[in-house]
T-cell receptor, first 118, second 114 residues
């Protein structure tokens, strides 16, 4: 199956600093990637849809200036949490869609990044 | 708009017993339906998916789910639970228009007792 690699798997940062999370599709091209946020013992909340070569589409209520998304190539999307604060602490997960996928457009998930802001 | 309801945030079964995790969906168009499993501090692994073909879908690790349009359900079952099945399970829905943009249920934590 297709592999999506997310890095780092965990990160601790000081309040006010910025953190970059990478999401790579290792063996396929992904024109579309998705970023989710998961609170403890909660479901996944879609933050934004990232399309290669264009601006990301953010869900309602997600601050685009705080969560910067870049999708510069068909295999890499990055999420940068700018000026992080403790309330940004969460589990962030990316997923990628095959550029051409017959049948249901299946998404493949990264292993997630645990962000802790202190 | 699409939505998913998972009945029961916690399900506990004995090892070897039947596993039944319930999922009901709401969609104004023909849905695509998925079941994912998540282990602690890990991403999501696809168990199975419904793609408008066969209504009974078989997935990995002996899991299966049946799409019932009349009941708007997509319940997940496994004949015999194993200790390694203990995890969080998510049902998700999308459709042709939304692509891989998934709407997730709240999740069900499965506990398997020895």
């Amino acid at each position: 199956g297709a592999v999506v690699s997310q890095h780092p798997s965990w990160v601790i940062c000081k309040s006010g600093t910025s953190v970059k999370i990478e999401c790579r599709s290792l063996d396929f091209q992904a024109t579309t990637m998705f970023w989710y946020r998961q609170f403890p013992k909660k479901s996944l909340m879609l933050m934004a849809t990232s399309n290669e070569g264009s601006k990301a589409t953010y869900e309602q209520g997600v601050e685009k200036d705080k969560f910067l998304i870049n999708h510069a190539s068909l295999t890499l999307s990055t999420l940068t949490v700018t000026s992080a604060h403790p309330e940004d602490s969460s589990f962030y997960i990316c997923s990628a869609r095959l550029s051409s996928s017959p049948g249901a457009p299946e998404a493949f998930f990264g292993q997630g990044t645990r962000l802790t802001v202190v | 708009a699409q939505s998913v309801t998972q009945l029961g945030s916690h399900v506990s079964v004995s090892e070897g017993a039947l596993v039944l995790l319930r999922c009901n969906y709401s969609s104004s168009v023909p849905p695509y339906l998925f079941w994912y499993v998540q282990y602690p501090n890990q991403g999501l692994q696809l168990l199975l998916k419904y793609t408008s073909a066969a209504t009974l879908v078989k997935g990995i690790n002996d899991f299966e789910a049946e799409f019932k349009k009349s009941e708007t359900s997509f319940h997940l079952t496994k004949p015999s639970a194993h200790m390694s099945d203990a995890a969080e399970y998510f049902c998700a829905v999308s459709d042709y228009a939304s692509g891989s943009r998934l709407t997730f249920g709240e999740g069900t934590q499965l506990t398997v007792n020895p």
